[in-house]
């Protein structure tokens, strides 16, 4: 082997090198999940009102991912509105069409239609939450998003022996208001 073709060995097995480390870094899953937006009743305060919520529950469904992953929400709108969702404290990084806060990365997804959004896990560990992002949607569209340490690192503190998801939000007499003044003014109500 002459001196030029040794050197480009060595350039080849570093090219290898590089590539190999390119994919370790890629460790996280990757998840799938599908939101329904639909409007629902619920009574509560002596009245029977309904709200949109992801999936018939309020908090809607819980996010839960190891740090590194990424998660595919599909969002299917079945409600009356235009509506979008953001993934809370997620950075993001070099993914804001993704973010979800409507008309800013996004045309609100209009009822009847889907989208699905990438949220890729970078730095964030911990507990975030996920909500609507069109006016008062937030109020009863949002859920928890647990986000455990990376595969094969383990908590800065002891494992705890039980854990608990509490997501507080103050929806009823918001949302009641705003559905009494939207029955009363509103035309594009869908039902
Ligand atoms: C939400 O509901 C849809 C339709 O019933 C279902 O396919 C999907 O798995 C549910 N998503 C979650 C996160 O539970
Ligand atoms: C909610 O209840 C009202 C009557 O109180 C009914 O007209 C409406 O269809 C119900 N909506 C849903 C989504 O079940
Ligand atoms: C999601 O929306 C796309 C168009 O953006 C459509 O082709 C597809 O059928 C929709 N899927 C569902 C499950 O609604
Ligand atoms: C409902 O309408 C009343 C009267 O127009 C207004 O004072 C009130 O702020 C409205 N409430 C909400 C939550 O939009
Ligand atoms: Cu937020």
């Given at each position: 082997m002459n001196f030029k073709n040794k050197e480009l060995v060595v350039e080849f097995l570093g090219f290898l090198f590089l590539v190999a480390q390119c994919l370790c870094m890629v460790e996280g899953e990757i998840h799938f999940y599908d939101f329904v937006l639909r409007e629902k009743n619920f009574t509560k305060m002596c009245s029977t009102e309904s709200m949109l919520v992801a999936n018939g529950s309020l908090p809607g469904p819980v996010i839960q991912v190891h740090k590194g992953d990424t998660v595919y929400v599909n969002v299917h709108n079945e409600g009356c509105y235009g509506v979008t969702v953001h993934w809370h404290g997620v950075m993001q990084p070099r993914n804001s069409?993704?973010?979800?806060?409507e008309y800013i990365t996004q045309c609100p997804i209009e009822p009847g239609s889907n989208f699905t959004y990438e949220i890729i896990f970078s730095n964030e560990e911990g507990t975030l939450w996920w909500h609507a992002h069109s006016d008062w949607t937030r109020a009863s569209v949002h859920g928890a998003i647990i986000i455990l340490p990376a595969r094969g690192s383990t908590y800065p503190f002891p494992k705890p022996d039980e854990e608990e998801i509490i997501v507080l939000g103050n929806v009823n007499i918001f949302i009641y208001m705003v559905n009494r003044n939207m029955s009363i003014k509103s035309t594009n109500r869908c039902m």
């Amino acid at each position: 082997m002459n001196f030029k073709n040794k050197e480009l060995v060595v350039e080849f097995l570093g090219f290898l090198f590089l590539v190999a480390q390119c994919l370790c870094m890629v460790e996280g899953e990757i998840h799938f999940y599908d939101f329904v937006l639909r409007e629902k009743n619920f009574t509560k305060m002596c009245s029977t009102e309904s709200m949109l919520v992801a999936n018939g529950s309020l908090p809607g469904p819980v996010i839960q991912v190891h740090k590194g992953d990424t998660v595919y929400v599909n969002v299917h709108n079945e409600g009356c509105y235009g509506v979008t969702v953001h993934w809370h404290g997620v950075m993001q990084p070099r993914n804001s069409w993704f973010d979800g806060p409507e008309y800013i990365t996004q045309c609100p997804i209009e009822p009847g239609s889907n989208f699905t959004y990438e949220i890729i896990f970078s730095n964030e560990e911990g507990t975030l939450w996920w909500h609507a992002h069109s006016d008062w949607t937030r109020a009863s569209v949002h859920g928890a998003i647990i986000i455990l340490p990376a595969r094969g690192s383990t908590y800065p503190f002891p494992k705890p022996d039980e854990e608990e998801i509490i997501v507080l939000g103050n929806v009823n007499i918001f949302i009641y208001m705003v559905n009494r003044n939207m029955s009363i003014k509103s035309t594009n109500r869908c039902m």
